[in-house]
Nanobody, 126 residues
Framework: QVQLVESGGELVQAGGSLRLSCAMSGRTFRLYAMNWFRQTPGKEREFVAAISWDGGRTAYSNSVKGRFIISRDNAKDTVHLQMNSLKPEDTARYYC???????????????????WGKGTLVTVSS
């Protein structure tokens, strides 16, 4: 059984930082590109960041580029999202997602993801 478990979400003030983590079990982690998405009530799910199976390539949405950093530790089957200079508009539930991909092309489409976590809530106060 595949599990993706996110952690690290909490209430933080604008301008602050948070580090989200996602641990994967049940599959060979290093065969999967890992991704972060976010969603707020009433809005569509939004792509945030992606990282290739080996960590060699990353991709970010324009809204977080330069502020967020995605990384992975294949020895610990974990992906992280370092979020800096947080803004109130970053408030959302953040989801970790995995898609089988040992290539170099990253996807930002939720429909391409095979596995999802249940999310962790990030709230940024102004």
């Amino acid at each position: 059984q595949v599990q993706l478990v996110e952690s690290g979400g909490e209430l933080v003030q604008a301008g602050g930082s948070l580090r989200l983590s996602c641990a994967m079990s049940g599959r060979t982690f290093r065969l999967y590109a890992m991704n972060w998405f976010r969603q707020t009530p009433g809005k569509e799910r939004e792509f945030v960041a992606a990282i290739s199976w080996d960590g060699g390539r990353t991709a970010y949405s324009n809204s977080v580029k330069g502020r967020f950093i995605i990384s992975r530790d294949n020895a610990k089957d974990t992906v992280h999202l370092q979020m800096n200079s947080l803004k109130p508009e970053d408030t959302a539930r953040y989801y970790c997602a995995a898609n089988y991909n040992t290539g170099t092309t990253l996807s930002s489409l939720g429909s391409n993801m095979e596995y999802w976590g249940k999310g962790t809530l990030v709230t940024v106060s102004s």
